[in-house]
């Protein structure tokens, strides 16, 4: 799988269902324009690292049944 490469703003976390809500720009390499959406992450771990707000880099995969999956988060 490829991993993609963005910079977004927390605006939700759900622990419960391991999902992020990221405000992102603009991602070249899959072709995506920014926008507010909903990341699942692979790690429940992962969200424990940011708070919403925060603006942070992420690297995600594209599942083979078209889930977005966090893999790695880092605060700017």
């Known amino acids: 799988?490829?991993?993609h490469h963005g910079v977004g703003t927390?605006?939700?976390i759900d622990n419960k269902s391991k999902k992020i809500e990221l405000k992102h720009g603009p991602i070249k390499s899959i072709g995506w324009?920014?926008?507010n959406m909903f990341f699942n992450v692979e790690d429940a771990e992962l969200?424990?690292?940011v708070e919403v707000g925060d603006t942070v880099d992420f690297?995600?995969?594209?599942t083979r049944?078209?889930?977005y999956v966090v893999t790695d988060i880092?605060?700017?």
């Open 1 to 3: 799988n490829q991993t």
């Open 10 to 12: 927390v605006t939700a």
């Open 33 to 35: 324009m920014g926008m």
């Open 47 to 49: 969200l424990d690292e």
């Open 59 to 62: 690297d995600f995969i594209e």
């Open 65 to 67: 049944d078209k889930r």
């Open 74 to 76: 880092e605060v700017q």
